[in-house]
Structures are given as structure tokens and as C-alpha cells.
């Protein structure tokens, strides 16, 4: 095989954690949701940002504390101060370690790319 065909060609691969029941627990979505909800300090916010409805976000934040078993995100009330949310440790834990997998996998990934489709032949 040609390799020069493969040269300017990257793989793209997707990432995410099941529990035993294949129902995803933490992907690139619920990354983007954590992110935002750090960023911006409001369940609210990050559902506006990402064009997502509250319930949507809500639910998946759920659905992930439901399966870990701890809570990702503490809440305040709101009042004269307003509320707001933020990451609990575990949260950010969560995204960093996600994070850190992510580029693992996805250098890893190029490697074997390039290893397999880039290689010049041998023979």
C-alpha cells in the first residue's frame, strides 16, 4: 500500500466511561457541561452557553452523580445574592482526569496511526 495516501490524514476517536449496564456515565458531553458550569458558576449559564435546556443538563449532571455515587456539582440557593454552582472537588477531579485521558488516548491513537497507515513499506 501507498502510504503517501494516508500523510495528510489524522484519526479522530471518541472517548467515554459505561458502567456495567453500557449507560454512559461521563463523556466529551458531560465534560463540556462541567467546564461551562466552572466557568460560569451557574447551571443555568452553562445550559444557555452550550444550547441546552436546564432539565437537559440537570439530568446528565444527575445521571453521572447518580452512577458515582457522590455529587459533582454543589448548589446554592438563590436570594439577595443570587445562586450559583460549583464543581466539588470530585467535579474537578473528574474533568482533569477526563481531560488528561482524553489527550492520552488520542496521542496514543495518532501514534498507532501513523504507525500502521504512514509506515513505508517494507518489503
Known amino acids: ?19 456495567e449496564k453500557g449507560s454512559v456515565v461521563f463523556g466529551a458531553g458531560r465534560l463540556r457541561i462541567l467546564q461551562a458550569v466552572d466557568r460560569l458558576g451557574s447551571l443555568q449559564a452553562a445550559a444557555k452557553e452550550l444550547s441546552m435546556s436546564y432539565r437537559a443538563v440537570w439530568g446528565k449532571i444527575k445521571a453521572t452523580e447518580d452512577s458515582l455515587g457522590q455529587p459533582l456539582v454543589a448548589r446554592r440557593a438563590g436570594g439577595t445574592r443570587g445562586g450559583g454552582s460549583e464543581l466539588t472537588p470530585l467535579g474537578k477531579a473528574l474533568v482533569e482526569r477526563f481531560q488528561r485521558l482524553q489527550t ?20
Do not use: C, N
Open 104 to 123: 492520552l488516548t488520542e496521542t496514543a491513537a495518532d501514534d498507532l496511526f501513523q504507525g500502521v497507515f504512514t509506515e513505508r513499506d517494507r518489503d
Open 1 to 19: 500500500m501507498d502510504a503517501s495516501h494516508f500523510e495528510h490524514f489524522a484519526l479522530k476517536i471518541k472517548i467515554w466511561i459505561e458502567d
